[in-house]
C-alpha cells in the first residue's frame, strides 16, 4: 500500500512548543550547560548543610532545569526519529548526546549528596512539612545507600560500563545484521528477523510456518555468540550485585519498581497456576483453525475479519471513550491533537513503534506512532493516550523528579486506557467476523503479556541461578532451561518446533534490563482489576482514578492502587484479575462459536 493513500498522512508533529529551529536548540544546550555550571558552584556541598526550606528551594531550582534540558533533548530526539536521514538533525543528535552527559556529571552531586547524609539528619530534614512534595522520592533514593559503594570504587565500576556494553551491542548487532532470503509468494527477498516474526500474523500456514523454521535456521548460526553475551552480562551483573551486597538478582528491578519481593513472587506464582487458561483458548483455536493442535506458528494466526479504520474514526474513538469516563481527560487528548504532539503518518526516515514522551509542567507530551489503518492502531493510539493522561495529569500536580512512576506503574493506566477502547471497540462493531477477531486480539495479547512474559521472567531466574552456581551459561544450557519454562507454559496444547529451543536467544530485555518482562504482566493484571472495580462502581472508581493519575510517583504502587480498591498485597488482587482474563477468553470463545455457525 503506498503510503500516501493512509489516512494518517499529514498528522506530524509541531515542535514549536520545543524549540523553533536546530539553531535556538544548539544555543538552548549553551545556555543549560552555562545554568548547570552556576548551579553546581553555588549548591556544590550545601545538599546536607542547608535546612529544609533551602533544600526545597535547591531541589525546585534543580527540576526547573532538569524540565528544560527535557524540552531541548526532545527537540533533537524526535527530529532524530523523524527525519534518519537529515544532516542537522543527525547532529543535533549527537550534540544532545553529548551536552546530556556533561549536564549529568554536572548535577550528579545533589543525589550523591544527599545519598552520603546520615540515617538522623534524613529523618530530621523528612520531618519538615516543607519537604512534603518531594518526601516520598527522598525516601526512596536513599533506599540505594546500602548498595552504594566508596566514591572511588564506583567511578571503578562507572569506567568499565562501555566495556559491559559492548557485549550489549554485540548481541544487537548480530541480530540486526541477520538478512534472509525468504519467499512469501512473491519470489526471494531479502528479510530481517522482525519482519520475518511479523509473519505470525499471516493468514497463509504454510508461511507462517516456513518463517518460523526461517528464524530458528538464522538463529542456529548465532546461538553461540548470543549465548557468550547473555553469559557475560549475567556474569557481570552478579559480580557487581556481590560487591555491593545485593542478596537476590530480581531485586534491583523491584527497587526500581517499589515493588516488593514478596509481591512480584505471589503475582508470578498466580501466573503460573493459571496457564491453563490459555491451553484451553489453544485448543478451541485449533479447532477453529481445522487443525488437530496448534504448532507455535499458528499462535497468533488470525481468526474473523480486520477492517480498516481511518485515522478520524480512531481519533473519535478515543475521544468517546475519554469523554465517557471524564471529560477533563478528552480535553487533554484534543489539546495534543490540535497542539500538533502527535506524529502518526508511517514515512520513510521515521522509527518505528510507538512511545509518548512526557516533557515538563509547561509542555504537554509528545506522541510518535505508525498508524496503518488497522483495527490494532486505534488500541495503540489508546494506548499511549494513556500514557499521556497519566503524564499531564502527575506534571500538573507534582514536582518535576516526582512525577515519574516506575515502569511497571508507568505501564498501569496506559493498559487500563487501552482495554476501555478495546472494549468500546468490540461493543460497537456490527460484523460478527471483525468481533471475532478483535475479541481473540484482546484474549491473545493478554495472554502475551501475563503469561508470556511471565515465563521469560522465570527463564531469568533460573539462569541467574545456574550462573551464580559457576556454570557458564552455554547454548545449550540456555535452550534446556527455555524449553522447560515454555513447556511449562503451553503444556501439550500446543507443538514447540525443535528450533524454538533457540527462542530465548533475539530477546533484547534479558541482555538491557533484567527481570524486565514482568512489568508487562504486572500492568495488564492490574489494569483487569482495574476495570473490574470500574465495573463495579463507577462513581466512586473515576475521581479515585484522577487522583492516582496526579499523584505521579509521589508514593509507592501499593499506596497508589489502594484508593481505587486494589490491595497489591492481597491474594485476592490477582483472583479478581483472572476473572476478567477468564471473561475475555471465554467472550473470545463465543466469538469463535459464531465464526463456526
Ligand atoms: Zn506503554
Not at 499529514?10 to 544555543?27: F, H, K, S, T, Y
Not at 503475582?267 to 493459571?274: F, R, W
Not at 514536582?399 to 498501569?412: C, D, N, Q, S
Not at 547454548?475 to 500446543?494: C, H, K, P, Q, T
Request: aromatic share 8%; with cysteine; hydrophobic share 45%.
Amino acid at each position: 500500500m503506498a503510503v500516501s493513500s493512509l489516512s494518517a498522512s499529514g498528522v506530524r508533529w509541531n515542535l514549536d512548543d520545543l524549540a523553533p529551529n536546530a539553531e535556538a536548540a544548539r544555543e538552548a544546550w549553551d545556555e543549560l550547560l552555562a545554568r548547570s555550571r552556576d548551579f553546581a558552584n553555588r549548591r556544590r556541598g550545601t545538599v546536607g548543610s542547608v535546612g529544609p526550606a533551602e533544600l526545597f528551594a535547591l531541589l525546585s531550582e534543580l527540576d526547573a532545569l532538569y524540565e528544560d534540558i527535557a524540552r531541548t533533548r526532545f527537540y533533537a530526539t524526535a527530529r532524530e526519529h523523524t527525519e534518519a536521514a537529515d544532516a542537522e538533525a543527525n547532529d543535533l543528535a549527537t550534540l544532545a548526546r553529548d551536552r546530556l552527559a556533561d549536564l549529568e556529571s554536572l548535577l550528579l552531586f545533589v543525589d550523591l549528596e544527599w545519598l552520603a547524609l546520615d540515617d538522623a539528619a534524613v529523618d530530621a530534614l523528612l520531618a519538615a512539612p516543607e519537604l512534603e512534595p518531594y518526601a516520598h522520592r527522598l525516601r526512596v533514593a536513599r533506599e540505594e545507600k546500602p548498595y552504594v559503594l566508596p566514591e572511588g570504587e564506583e567511578q571503578a565500576l562507572n569506567a568499565r560500563r562501555s566495556a559491559i556494553s559492548a557485549w550489549e551491542s554485540l548481541h544487537g548487532r548480530e541480530l540486526a545484521m541477520l538478512s534472509v532470503d525468504f519467499d512469501a509468494g512473491e519470489g526471494p527477498e531479502p528479510h530481517t528477523l522482525d519482519r520475518l516474526l511479523a509473519y505470525v500474523h499471516n493468514p497463509e500456514r504454510e508461511i507462517r510456518l516456513a518463517a518460523l523454521d526461517a528464524v530458528y535456521e538464522a538463529l542456529t548460526g548465532l546461538s553461540d555468540v548470543q549465548a557468550a553475551c547473555y553469559d557475560a552480562i549475567v556474569g557481570d551483573r552478579l559480580s557487581v550485585d556481590r560487591l555491593r551486597g545485593i542478596p537476590e538478582p530480581m531485586d534491583p528491578t523491584n527497587r526500581a519498581n517499589e515493588l516488593e519481593g514478596s509481591v512480584v513472587e505471589a503475582m508470578i506464582g498466580a501466573v503460573e497456576e493459571n496457564y491453563p487458561l490459555a491451553r484451553r483458548w489453544f485448543v478451541r483455536k485449533a479447532a477453529v483453525l481445522g487443525l488437530d493442535k496448534l504448532q507455535l506458528a499458528d499462535q497468533y494466526a488470525p481468526v474473523g475479519t480486520d477492517r480498516r479504520v481511518e485515522w478520524g474514526e480512531a481519533v473519535t474513538m478515543v475521544d468517546d471513550t475519554l469523554r465517557d469516563f471524564s471529560p477533563p481527560l478528552a480535553d487533554i487528548f484534543q489539546t495534543c491533537l490540535d497542539r500538533g504532539h502527535v506524529d502518526a503518518e508511517p514515512r520513510s526516515g521515521k522509527v518505528g513503534g510507538a512511545y509518548c514522551s512526557s516533557i515538563s509542567k509547561s509542555v504537554l507530551p509528545y506522541v510518535l506512532m505508525n498508524y496503518t489503518d488497522q483495527l490494532r492502531d486505534v488500541i495503540t493510539l489508546a494506548h499511549e493516550f494513556g500514557h499521556v493522561v497519566h503524564g499531564t495529569l502527575s506534571l500538573e500536580r507534582q514536582p518535576y523528579r516526582g512525577y515519574h512512576t516506575g515502569l511497571a506503574l508507568a505501564e498501569v493506566p496506559s493498559t487500563f486506557t487501552q482495554l476501555l477502547v478495546v472494549e468500546r471497540l468490540i461493543e460497537q462493531e456490527e460484523d460478527p467476523s471483525t468481533r471475532a477477531m478483535l475479541l481473540a486480539d484482546r484474549a491473545e495479547s493478554a495472554m502475551a503479556s501475563i503469561f508470556r512474559q511471565t515465563m521469560m521472567a522465570r527463564f531469568e531466574q533460573r539462569s541467574y541461578g545456574i550462573r551464580a552456581e559457576g556454570k557458564a551459561l552455554t547454548s545449550d544450557r540456555l535452550a534446556g532451561v527455555w524449553i522447560e519454562e515454555n513447556e511449562r507454559y503451553y503444556g501439550d496444547a500446543l507443538d514447540l518446533p525443535a528450533g524454538y529451543r533457540l527462542g530465548w536467544s533475539y530477546i533484547p530485555h534479558f541482555i538491557h534490563v533484567r527481570f524486565y518482562t514482568y512489568a508487562y504482566t504486572f500492568a495488564h493484571l492490574v489494569a483487569f482489576s482495574l476495570l473490574a472495580r470500574y465495573r463495579e462502581d463507577r462513581e466512586a472508581f473515576v475521581p479515585a482514578w484522577l487522583d492516582l493519575l496526579g499523584n505521579g510517583a509521589s508514593r509507592s504502587p501499593q499506596d497508589l492502587l489502594m484508593p481505587v480498591g486494589v490491595d497489591l498485597r492481597d491474594p485476592e488482587t490477582w483472583a479478581l484479575a483472572f476473572g476478567e482474563f477468564d471473561r475475555c477468553i471465554a467472550e473470545a470463545e463465543a466469538g469463535l462459536d459464531v465464526l463456526d455457525a
